[in-house]
């Protein structure tokens, strides 16, 4: 059966060339600083402390340029502190070995206080990359070797987390099919409570990782037709219905115990095809693997849903539950960014902090519906909530996408 | 891996590659401020009637004021207001040194950086609409709502003394979905999705920092500038006639002396108000009604009391049935600067409509944008217009917004830099 299959990708998967190691070269610490750090003198200096090199991004006679204050620095720390003197067009800079991200800095507008990052330097030709100047690469030379070697490789400590997230993903199948096979009982006993119930509990898991399992298509069927599409099976609802092949999956049990509110015999045969699909579903992610970008591309992915599905209430248009699958498309994409932080944070703490403040204020803004008297433990999202609330919580998520974002391309090109 | 070159076409604009770029815009981009076409009062250069040739490019650092006030009006705008939604100081200033970099990235005819980067997994920082557009004459003018000077922001004692919220005024019926906001962008162009994209990309850099309150779109300039013929409202009526035309009325009305507040010098308050028309009933009402109510005549655009679009009004003139020939409750009498106390606004408004309302009528009106230096002017008319104005039977004002508008930066620094130092 796993031989015919094949993933459906939604997105680029870009493939990660992370083969060959690049030499011992590590990011120690980066940062904002304020304008004291500006004004280290330019130049290498050899011996005590970090190399400083001062980048000055200007627009003189109208041209945009990136200018360093030295082109080649001894292997160790070194320290670059970057001003944005006038130029407009250059927004970011990064420090690049073999087209890989050694250090950078973004939101490098005309104005603002200097910046700096500083890196573990090996012996090798490095560029200095300035999106948006007339001459956007500068050649920067690191000679000899570093003293000390490095910790760590970004790349391994990204790996660990890749790991634990494909363990996290199994996870969520596991409780998903034993959810599952509780709500099967429920209707299949009659008892609309109970199922509703068990509905409420089921429902959080595949909102959880959708992102990464809503590509299988089962074998023999066409990537088209949705008769073998698992995320169909599993998953469509009204405003996804395909006539030809008609109502299956959650969705199906959704609309007949909080529309219809009864159970009957198509109800119990949309259960057990649920039931069976589900199971299909937790053998063939079996396998699945991770790069970090999946995982940033995944978050993302959650968020797409939160703002395209839950905040218009299209995904829970019979039980309202909106909220709860919401919260746990959240606590999916925030697993992801969980275990690409100990990485993102040594390639970018600016951005890992960022991302990480707007996922706190993104539960902060969902805590105020929590409530444990209600199916799903959140508000019902009804046409009423949604009038007043929905800005307010796409507002959040959109704080969110923002940030996150920026870090697949830059986990996907971490050292 | 370098992909932002200027060759491949990606990173600028079609217009900034040289072909067919006029003079003038080159003069904007080389940085030569002053040209003819940033300034208002240039003598040297007769400002054309109707639009602005596509390539050109107003300058954004080093001028007196910024742009889109004292600009030659261009034909679409697109005004946002933003809800403020980052706490931190810090937060607001690279917001606004963000923005102003990308605003004068886009009034080269530029992009904010690749539309297609060459990573795979990276996400373009511009969502690409402008890309093959020309400068179009864009302006994007930033103004700070009453909110930047409020307890988050540590700037209370920047507020200048005679800014603040705008107070109830009469007959207006306003939505709070459609009123207020922390920040302002007014973004004008010759090309609609020019002025468009620009506010599309600025608002998702806002994201986490501040988010859209309210928009409008408007299309057609409403308002006459110097040098400009007179275009009209979507009542039919010629609108602008006696705006705020020459460089001493803009010293006296629209340009802050900085008096209370350096950081304002060379700013100026922007008032704007979206403005629903009863389109249905004023397309049923009989002509000479319609000119009673505006004061003019609506072909020629010429005062009830005179014959011609320019002849100044003579409030005192009577009609043969004895009344004054300028009802005094029309909208011309009431606004008039000689019953103002010589009062006058810089007026830059635009149409707009937005489709068919739930109640089944025309959704249009007027995004009126006036500009002076001390909101009180607008609160001084529009008290006098919401008490008596006969054009109140045919509009309302459900929208509004009041901003404080800091000068150009200068190169190298950005819109409101002087109000954090």
Known sequence: MQSSLFLRSRRVRTVAGLAGVLGAVALVAAGCSGDGDATAKPGATPSGGASKVDVTLTAASGTDACELSSTSVPAGPVTFTVTNKDSAAINEVELLLNNRIVGEKEN??????????????????????????????????????????????????????????????????????????????????????????????????????????DGFVLPGFKATDNSGNLDYLIDMRASSLDPAVGWHGIHAVERDLFGKKKIDAGTKKYAAELATNVAKLQDLAKGLEFKPEDLANGAAGLLEEVQANKITGEEEKYSHLDLATFAGNVEGAEQAFADLQPGLEKIDPDLAAQVSAQFDAVKTTLKKYQDSSVLGGYALWTPELRKTDAATLSRAIQGLQQPLSKVAEKVATAR | MNGYSHDDGRFSRRAFLGAG??????????????????????????????????????????QAHQGGIATPQQRHAIFAAYDLTTTDPRGLQVLLARWSAAIAQFQRGRSLGAVEPTRASAVPTDTGEAADLEPSGLTVTIGLGPGVFDERFGLADRKPARFGPLPALPSERLDPKLTGGDLSLQACAEDPQVAYHAIRVLSRMAQGSAAVRWTVMGFGRASAGKGQSTPRNLMGFKDGTRNIKSDADLAQFVWHDGADQAWMKGGTYQVARKIQMNIENWDSDFIADQQAVFGRTKQEGAPLSGAHEFDVPDFAKKGADGEPAIPATSHVALAAHENNGGLKILRRSYNFTDGMNADGQINAGLLFIAYMNDPAAFVTLQTKLGQSDRLNEYIAHVGSGVFAVPPAPASGSYVGEALFS
Request: proline share 6%; hydrophobic share 45%.
């Open chain 1, 108 to 213: 490098l507008a005309p104005g603002l206080a200097a910046v700096s990052f500083t890196a573990t330097l090996d012996g090798g030709a490095y560029e200095f990359y300035c999106p948006g100047a007339e001459k956007d690469t500068v050649a920067f030379t690191v000679t000899g070797q570093a003293a000390a070697a490095p910790t760590g490789s970004v790349q391994s400590i990204l790996a660990d987390g890749t790991a634990a997230y494909g363990t996290f993903v199994q996870s969520q199948l596991a409780a998903m099919v034993v959810g599952v096979g509780n709500l099967k009982k429920a209707v299949d006993a009659g008892d609309l409570a109970a199922a509703q119930q068990a509905y409420a509990t089921a429902r959080p898991f595949y909102e959880k990782i959708e992102s990464d399992v």
């Open chain 2, 21 to 62: 770029v006029g003079g003038l815009a080159v003069g904007a981009l080389a940085g030569v401020g002053g040209t003819a076409w940033a300034r208002s009062d240039g003598a040297d250069a007769p400002a054309p009637s109707d639009g602005v040739p596509p390539a050109t490019a107003y300058p954004f650092y080093g």
